[in-house]
């Protein structure tokens, strides 16, 4: 298990945990962000930046401090 930020580029993973108030959460579920989900991070960079991630055929961009609170197992 580890934090979205750590997940390499274009490996995909599911997602295990969301680790915000509900209200966040809900705001993830409706970008079809939630637990169970296949996820995978698109684009990073070196320093505070966002990450572009795929779920669902959709491509979203997260915040760093965001990215850290959502936990993944890679996908085998």
């Not at 298990?1 to 580029?9: A, E, G, N, P, V």
């Not at 490996?11 to 079809?32: D, E, Y």
């Not at 996820?39 to 055929?57: F, T, Y």
Request: net charge positive; glycine share 6%.
């Amino acid at each position: 298990m580890l934090s979205l930020d750590h997940l390499d580029k274009n490996c995909t993973a599911q997602v295990l945990s969301l680790n915000f108030s509900p209200s966040v959460q809900q705001r993830f579920a409706q970008m079809g962000i939630g637990i169970g989900e296949q996820i995978a991070v698109v684009r990073s960079s070196v320093a505070n930046s966002p990450l572009m991630v795929r779920v669902n055929g959709a491509y979203f961009m997260i915040r760093r401090q965001d990215a850290q609170q959502i936990q993944v197992s890679i996908a085998p």
